[in-house]
T-cell receptor, first 111, second 115 residues
Framework: GDSVTQMEGPVTLSEEAFLTINCTYTATGYPSLFWYVQYPGEGLQLLLKATKADDKGSNKGFEATYRKETTSFHLEKGSVQVSDSAVYFCALNNQGGKLIFGQGTELSVKP | EPEVTQTPSHQVTQMGQEVILRCVPISNHLYFYWYRQILGQKVEFLVSFYNNEISEKSEIFDDQFSVERPDGSNFTLKIRSTKLEDSAMYFC?????????????FGPGTRLTVL
């Protein structure tokens, strides 16, 4: 069945460092891909999405490109802030219906 | 901006008791979902609901679970006889057909603690 695999955390970075969180997926067809963020004590918020190959999703300085050839959707940010500390979930949605999530990657940004 | 709301934010119950978790989806949405997240683990799909019936459910969603849309606004998840392992954060989500691949909007979650 469809699945999502993320790099394990926690990831600890200094402020202004470059961030990459790897995400790869297995799916039949052409799923849509998402990154959700969960700040401490809060629910899930959609960070960005891409619905077809080579699409780039972006929001709040974060970017991810839908790479069908490598079945990947890596999350990047050029300069992280302390306020970016959160858990990041990669997810896919295949032809509507349920979201399938990766295991989440905790990011901690130190001043 | 419309949002999904959930009540209560935290529910504590004794093992074997029934609980009902409540959600108010975004008003023009037609698809409704429940997910759960056991502490420190991934978010897992439980059930989806459309046109007053379950459209898909996971293996987790056994006979102890049920969902209902009792009126035009609420969407509930009932756990008939709670177990310790039901302790988790439960998220409700909703979506509108025709949006690109059914983008889902999540509520803030209900933390269920079973003692």
């Amino acid at each position: 069945g469809d699945s999502v695999t993320q790099m394990e955390g926690p990831v600890t970075l200094s402020e202004e460092a470059f961030l990459t969180i790897n995400c790869t997926y297995t799916a039949t067809g052409y799923p849509s891909l998402f990154w959700y963020v969960q700040y401490p004590g809060e629910g899930l918020q959609l960070l960005l999405k891409a619905t077809k190959a080579d699409d780039k999703g972006s929001n709040k300085g974060f970017e991810a490109t839908y790479r069908k050839e490598t079945t990947s959707f890596h999350l990047e940010k050029g300069s992280v802030q302390v306020s970016d500390s959160a858990v990041y979930f990669c997810a896919l949605n295949n032809q509507g219906g349920k979201l399938i999530f990766g295991q989440g990657t905790e990011l901690s940004v130190k001043p | 901006e419309p949002e999904v709301t959930q009540t209560p934010s935290h529910q504590v119950t004794q093992m074997g008791q029934e609980v009902i978790l409540r959600c108010v989806p975004i008003s023009n949405h037609l698809y409704f979902y429940w997910y759960r997240q056991i502490l420190g683990q991934k978010v897992e799909f439980l059930v989806s609901f459309y046109n007053n019936e379950i459209s898909e459910k996971s293996e987790i969603f056994d006979d102890q679970f049920s969902v209902e849309r009792p009126d035009g606004s609420n969407f509930t998840l009932k756990i008939r006889s709670t177990k310790l392992e039901d302790s988790a954060m439960y998220f409700c989500a909703s979506s509108f057909p025709g949006q690109q691949n059914n983008e889902q909007f999540f509520g803030p979650g209900t933390r269920l603690t079973v003692l």
